[in-house]
């Protein structure tokens, strides 16, 4: 587990957030992994929104004509969420470095 490369399917910048997070802390384990996974993952899935929100602005009209929050913002809002609640799980701290 100690070699365990970061999947292939994250985005550059989530490979080199698994690798440095790796190194920083001790993070071997199956959960611990698993957690990290998860992190990385709506770390993606946040930015990828965000870059959404950037080009879209934080509004848009619906059918109708009536402005209302862009669905990008929940996106990026609960993955952001996540990516905090996975810090939370797995208790990461810059005192906590290998």
């Known amino acids: 587990m100690k070699n365990s490369a970061a999947p292939k399917h994250l985005s550059a910048?989530?490979?080199r957030l698994w690798s440095r997070l790796r190194e920083?802390?001790?993070l071997d384990?199956?959960?611990a992994l698993l957690l990290?996974?998860?992190l990385c993952e709506?770390?993606?899935r946040a930015e990828k929104a965000r870059a959404e929100v950037a080009r879209d602005g934080a509004t848009v009209r619906d059918r109708w004509g009536?402005?209302?929050a862009h669905p990008a913002v929940a996106i990026e809002r609960d993955a952001r969420g996540q990516v905090l609640a996975a810090v939370r799980a797995l208790k990461l701290a810059p005192g906590d470095v290998a």
Do not use: S
């Open 36 to 38: 990290l996974r998860a």
């Open 42 to 44: 709506a770390f993606d």
């Open 13 to 15: 910048e989530a490979r």
């Open 66 to 68: 009536q402005i209302k």
């Open 24 to 26: 920083d802390f001790v």
């Open 29 to 31: 384990d199956e959960a």
